[in-house]
């Protein structure tokens, strides 16, 4: 490696937010934290799963939580049906763990195959142990400021915000992009008048003539399309922070695999500019489970509601 490599490789670790590192540090909280409550309660909170189907990205994705619940000392229950399940015997489900109270969170991986209709099977979840964050109470709760589950990629954003000593308040964000996963709630969490929030937002999408007008004015960007590389260097200012959420395949036939990960923003040129960003992968993703099993911790210990 060249000096010029080594040095510029030096300045993008200094600027990089670590999500690996605070999903680790708070899987490690969560597991003190669980370790007290099955002592002094004999509670062990509990995690349902459902994979409906045999797609491959979904399997991976439930066998991650499956493994990081294991790791901080919770109870998994995971259940897997072929991909011809019907919605009905999906629902039954559903109604089972709602009625069992050694299961406190309830997760049905998406996306479902499409004879089920998603919202059907998220409205049937109990509020009470959602633990994704996307039933429409949870979403209300967090709209007018009540306590209740988040979606747990824009509760893993505000954290890494945080631990990393990156100051909100007052602060312009723009968001890119307005899925009810990712848009919407984490511009609802952020403009907030809460001590860890309260910042001026934007969101813009593809109904905007000339994005880059909006990420431009950023302090904070959060991009969250699913288009690889679509935020250049040339749409940031100097300063911005950034949070990649995209995780995009890309051919590269260098590549052992063929393919390379990307996010939402073309690093290269957006590092040189930013005062910290999220790699891809290691930054939103390692946090995204870690604030499922904080939602569950909290459904277990009593802590969602008000």
């Given at each position: 490696m060249s000096k010029l490599m080594s040095d510029k490789k030096l300045m993008t670790d200094k600027k990089l937010i670590d999500g690996k590192k605070i999903a680790a540090d708070i899987r490690a909280e969560l597991k003190a934290k669980t370790d007290k409550l099955l002592n002094d309660t004999g509670i062990r909170p509990g995690l349902a799963l459902l994979l409906v189907g045999d797609d491959p990205a979904s399997r991976v994705y439930v066998n991650s939580k499956i493994k990081?619940?294991?790791?901080?000392?919770?109870?998994?229950?995971?259940?897997?049906?072929?991909?011809?399940?019907?919605?009905?015997e999906v629902l039954g489900i559903v109604k089972q763990w709602n009625e069992d109270p050694d299961v406190h969170g309830i997760l049905v991986q998406l996306p479902l195959p499409k004879h089920i209709v998603d919202n059907n099977v998220i409205r049937a979840i109990s509020p009470d142990k959602d633990a994704d964050g996307f039933h429409p109470e949870s979403m209300g709760r967090l709209v007018?400021?009540?306590?209740?589950?988040?979606?747990?990629?824009?509760?893993?954003?505000?954290?890494?915000?945080?631990?990393?000593?990156?100051?909100?308040?007052?602060?312009?964000?723009?968001?890119?992009?307005?899925?009810n996963i990712v848009g919407k709630p984490i511009a609802n969490l952020l403009y907030q008048k809460t001590p860890n929030a309260n910042a001026v937002v934007t969101i813009c999408h593809t109904g905007a003539d000339d994005i880059s007008y909006y990420t431009k004015q950023a302090d904070i960007l959060i991009v969250a399309v699913g288009v690889a590389e679509v935020?250049?260097?040339?749409?940031?200012?100097?300063?911005?922070?950034?949070?990649?959420?995209?995780?995009?395949?890309?051919?590269?036939a260098t590549r052992p695999r063929g393919y390379r990960l990307t996010?939402?923003?073309?690093?290269?040129?957006?590092?040189?500019?930013?005062?910290?960003?999220?790699?891809?992968?290691?930054g939103v993703g390692p946090m995204t489970i870690a604030m499922l099993l904080s939602n569950t911790f909290k459904a277990a210990a009593g802590e969602i509601g008000g």
């Open positions: 990081a619940c294991a790791e901080i000392g919770f109870r998994s229950i995971t259940k897997e049906l072929p991909a011809n399940t019907t919605e009905a007018i400021g009540l306590p209740g589950f988040v979606s747990c990629t824009p509760a893993g954003i505000l954290e890494l915000l945080i631990r990393s000593n990156i100051s909100i308040k007052g602060k312009h964000v723009v968001v890119v992009g307005r899925s935020i250049k260097g040339d749409d940031v200012k100097e300063g911005v922070v950034v949070i990649d959420v995209g995780m995009n395949r890309v051919d590269d996010g939402d923003v073309h690093f290269p040129s957006v590092s040189e500019k930013a005062s910290a960003i999220t790699p891809v992968p290691g």
